[in-house]
């Protein structure tokens, strides 16, 4: 059942990608459209996109242009299980270069995103919660990011267990906790592209 579900959502990425590139668009043009101007750190869309039905959610970013890295930005995965005024708890993240291909898909430490610490095992339960079916900024973009999930699922519970791994192992300075130490930023990823 798991190579059929990953073979759908394989389908399902390519189908968007497809229906975009038919007008001319990327999932990534698709994330930006209406923005004026794309700065680094900014929220796009902005105030982010929340499925109330899954209460999952999401939001691009992009890093400071001239690091000579591919990768323009990344989409920030996350699930709140009790609704919006609930814990949140950032299960993946998506980068991809500026034609919107996916280059890889990596976690983060505490400290980058802000959420609510859930241990591998917890975050692994709620991947396939993570269902994105809502009409902005676009259909075609909330069910490409389903299906990257979807399609990932058992790469990105091993990368979550990393996760976990790496912190474990981690001595941060006094007075520092683990999921604070900046030392820290990207905790295991794995390459696409």
Known sequence: MRDEARDRAL???AFCEAVLAKGGLTVLSETLRGAET???????????????????QWYYHCHPAGDGSAEHGHFHCFLRPQGPAGP????????VDATGRLLRIFTVNQWVVGDDWADAETTIAALARFDMQMPQPSYLVNRWLTAVLVAHEAEIAELIRERDRVLAAHTPPAGVSTGEDRAIEVTSELRLA
């Open 11 to 13: 389908a399902e990425k």
């Open 38 to 56: 794309i700065d680094a750190w900014a929220h796009y869309p902005p105030g982010d996109v929340f499925d109330p039905a899954s209460n999952a």
């Open 88 to 95: 949140i708890h950032h299960l993946a993240a998506l980068g």
